[in-house]
């Protein structure tokens, strides 16, 4: 195989690895919802527990509970990608950015991470492997 075809074969896979980041992405976001809430697949909050759900965190495990399943699946892609990237501007600045401003130091890697992959998703949809590409939008 030339080198021109392999690029080839390789940038046609495009989207299906677009879609592969969409759903490996919104399967671990959710687990920080799921151990907010649930703790489950382990506890995550200070003294092992769970969030009141009518509490700020407890809306940040809601959002990203079912807002990851959503994406998960690819449905309603768009807009939810586009809030959840807004929960994780949110999130850094309320509880990583007072902190420094190296995130490796502020341990706000994955709110940072999390929303431009969101950005990202909102702008360019769910990918072929979604329920959105199965309702044709």
């Not at 080839?8 to 799921?34: C, D, E, K, N």
């Not at 950015?97 to 992959?117: D, E, K, M, R």
């Amino acid at each position: 195989m030339t080198d021109s075809a392999l690029a080839s074969r390789w940038r046609s896979a495009a989207p299906y690895l677009h879609s592969i980041l969409r759903i490996v992405a919104a399967f671990v976001f959710m687990q920080f919802g799921t151990a907010k809430l649930f703790a489950f697949p382990g506890a995550i909050m200070p003294g092992g527990g769970t969030v009141p759900v009518a509490s700020l965190l407890g809306l940040a495990g809601v959002l990203e509970a079912l807002g990851g399943l959503f994406l998960l699946v690819g449905l309603f892609t768009r807009p939810v990608a586009f809030l959840l990237a807004g929960e994780m501007a949110v999130a850094y600045f309320i509880g990583h950015g007072s902190h420094g401003f190296w995130t490796v130091l502020n341990q706000g890697t994955p709110a940072v991470i999390y929303c431009f992959v969101w950005l990202y998703i909102s702008a360019a949809g769910a990918g072929p492997w979604s329920l959105d590409a199965k309702r044709g939008r």
